[in-house]
């Protein structure tokens, strides 16, 4: 039996649950690196001309392709690997993500020695991506098993550290580029290497830390409901069986709308706020504008989900909904009147309420599906992202230049992609008002054998 | 938690285990903010 195997991580007694949501920040602070993707951009457009871009240099949207490929290789490796992941373990997974993160580094530094931009497409693209599809959900299943009794605030946990891991991937990367950089060279390579292997040190401490509960554990004081409630089953429903439920693709618009009304404003806010405020907010105070609304998307993850553990998943999704379509009503309001800290306050709700979708949403697979899937029905779940990566950007660039080149002033560029998010929102809403328990004939039978090894172990 | 910890896990088990993903995301948070504040200047 290895060491990595489900059979191993079993917890003792005595073993402390609070030891599993650092081991999953472990993890999630790893992959989280991938929001701040873009620091690497513009250094990596110089590295033969140096202090300017040389005509054989890589064109801004060229690299612009390595974090797309990754966004989409994560979709698809968490569908893909997310029953894998489920009975394999989170040991297995973890351990598994932190390599294919690691080898993802190590060959794009090849590919910037080299000069062969498509060896980082495949090495960040592919390899990191699948490595950030596996990282992602590893620890997800495990933690909601660990904490029955709030299952919300313990996924949240792990899922603020993928939006806080840009914090600590941003400054590093910078620090290490100076570090490795001389006159006639540009350390991007180097800072790839030292990353890498920054990143399988964490991922590896994380998978040798975590643990799986014991059969039949619960939390000291905790009594699970006798019968399912409303909107929280007791039931489980296999991976594939999921899929055919009217609930699991209500669920993946709600995340798909959610994601896509946040996703565009967070790659264009440096840009929406000068270009609506011009003359007010500078490119320094834009830099500060885009850190403020990070760490709102980071903070929100936690806050979001945690109050779901109170209100309900669906009730929290409801609030995202309604405050959001009202916020993004409100901001052209902030543009005319010239008010930046309504539209601040607007904007760090917002953002706050995209990160809060990703982390409540695990645990309202969990009170729909069960706990034996919910990392694979999760996996497969996170497509609705790799999607809104497509929509949301899309819908904020296009219209806004459609706007432009029919002579709206460019202040008032973005009123129309705003109604358009309200307009979204406004879907999701009614999306999240249709979704009802599942039916029972979707529910595994005593004697389904269907997973049965993962079964019989947790 | 109130019987999780009293075999196998120590409390500085929990503190070193927190501490390791705690430092550097509250360094990461503090860089973020320090940059934030340049949008009220």
Known sequence: MSFLDRERTVAKPGFSRWMVPPAALCMHLCIGQAYAFSVFNLPMSKLIGISKSAPDDWKLTELGWIFSIAIVFLGLSAAVFGRWVEEGGPRKAMFTAGLCWTVGFLLSAVGVYAHQLWLIYLGYGVLGGIGLGIGYISPVSTLIKWFPDRPGMATGMAIMGFGGGAFIASPLSVWLMARFSTPTHIGVAETFIALGVIYLCFTWIGAAIVRVPAPGWTPAGYTAPAESQKLITRNDVFVYDALKTPQFWLIWWVLCLNVTAGIGVLGQASAMSQEMFPGKVTPVAAAGFVGLISLFNMLGRFFWASTSDLIGRKNTYFCFFAIGTVLYVLVPHTGSIGSVALFVLCFVVIISMYGGGFSTVPAYLRDMFGTRYVGAIHGMLLTAWSAAGIFGPVLVNYIRQYQIDHGVPKAQGYNITMYIMAGLLVVGFICNACVKAVHDRHHMKANDTRGLAATVRT | ?41
């Open chain 2, 1 to 41: 938690m109130s019987n999780d910890n009293q075999n196998g896990t120590s409390t500085l088990q929990l503190v070193v285990a927190w501490g390791f993903v705690g430092i550097p995301l509250i360094w990461g948070v503090l860089q973020t903010l320090s940059n934030a504040m340049k949008l009220f200047q």
